[in-house]
């Protein structure tokens, strides 16, 4: 049974969509205006260069909140799934329960938490942030987005990567850019949009839809959105 998201006032709307990086649903209820800013203000990051060698012994990741972690020394993002990314040598889905992902990455800040956004890292760096939403009591992540260098994608991409690279591994976006309205309600040009927000490159993979934002040509943000949580909600 779908839950109805609210629209909320015409100004904070507009904010909200250009922020917005749920991409395909076209607005944002005012529940999600934070998680959109987090988003599209937000997702992809990876720190070091995926290993050539070393070989994933636990391959029990999939999409029911399972953390699959490499009994190797190195994981090999070359042979994970397009929702799952490594991150201090273990291999994290971004399809997970939200009780998995946040022990993955190492524990929510409380002091930049509340019941729908969860933030991680310290004070002066945001690693990551999911925006959760409740479904008949229980928390589901809608959004994951990946501030830091330390997470390396499926395809080798991470936050730093260039925009040639990532078009190199995901090809052309097979998703456009949700709509953003100015100030005056006015619908951004896509000049306007990239100046504001960066430039969007957006990925429908299946049940798992990635947003990388680039400024100056560069990755600067990866969001990993989970298809089947989102769509549990009617969004308005």
Same mark, same amino acid.
């Given at each position: 049974?779908?839950?109805?998201?609210?629209?909320?006032?015409? @100004? $904070?709307?507009?904010?909200?969509?250009?922020?917005?990086?749920?991409?395909?649903?076209?607005?944002?209820?005012? +529940?999600?205006? #934070?998680?959109?800013?987090?988003?599209?203000?937000? !997702?992809?990051?990876?720190?070091?260069?995926?290993?050539?060698?070393?070989?994933?012994?636990?391959?029990? =990741?999939?999409?029911?909140?399972?953390?699959?972690?490499?009994? =190797?020394?190195?994981?090999?993002? %070359?042979?994970?799934?397009?929702?799952?990314?490594?991150?201090?040598?273990?291999? !994290? =889905?971004?399809?997970?329960?939200?009780?998995?992902?946040?022990?993955?990455?190492?524990?929510?800040?409380?002091?930049?938490?509340?019941? #729908?956004?969860?933030?991680?890292?310290?004070?002066?760096?945001?690693?990551?942030?999911?925006?959760?939403?409740?479904? +008949?009591?229980?928390?589901?992540?809608? $959004?994951?987005?990946?501030?830091?260098?330390?997470?390396? $994608?499926?395809?080798?991409?991470?936050?730093? =990567?260039?925009?040639? #690279?990532?078009? @190199?591994?995901?090809?052309?976006?097979?998703?456009?850019?949700?709509?953003? /309205?100015?100030?005056?309600?006015?619908?951004?040009? %896509?000049?306007?949009?990239?100046?504001?927000?960066?430039?969007?490159?957006? /990925?429908?993979?299946?049940?798992?839809?990635?947003?990388?934002?680039?400024?100056?040509?560069?990755?600067?943000?990866?969001?990993?959105? +989970?298809?089947?949580?989102?769509?549990?909600?009617?969004?308005?």
């Amino acid at each position: 049974m779908k839950t109805k998201i609210t629209s909320m006032t015409t @100004a $904070t709307l507009l904010i909200s969509l250009m922020m917005t990086t749920l991409a395909g649903c076209g607005a944002v209820s005012s +529940n999600a205006s #934070e998680t959109g800013a987090s988003t599209l203000d937000s !997702i992809n990051s990876d720190n070091e260069a995926p290993a050539e060698t070393g070989e994933v012994e636990d391959e029990t =990741s999939d999409t029911d909140g399972a953390i699959t972690i490499s009994k =190797s020394s190195e994981a090999v993002s %070359g042979d994970l799934e397009d929702y799952q990314f490594t991150y201090n040598g273990n291999v !994290i =889905s971004a399809m997970d329960e939200l009780e998995a992902l946040d022990k993955a990455l190492g524990g929510r800040d409380p002091k930049h938490s509340d019941g #729908e956004f969860y933030a991680y890292g310290d004070d002066k760096k945001r690693d990551f942030s999911i925006y959760v939403l409740k479904d +008949n009591g229980k928390d589901l992540p809608i $959004t994951l987005t990946i501030e830091t260098d330390a997470v390396i $994608t499926s395809r080798d991409i991470k936050v730093g =990567s260039s925009k040639d #690279e990532v078009l @190199a591994a995901y090809g052309d976006p097979n998703v456009e850019p949700p709509k953003a /309205y100015g100030p005056d309600g006015k619908e951004l040009t %896509g000049d306007a949009y990239i100046e504001m927000f960066g430039e969007n490159l957006i /990925y429908k993979l299946g049940d798992c839809q990635i947003t990388f934002v680039l400024e100056s040509g560069n990755v600067t943000k990866i969001t990993y959105q +989970n298809n089947i949580n989102h769509d549990k909600f009617s969004w308005s």
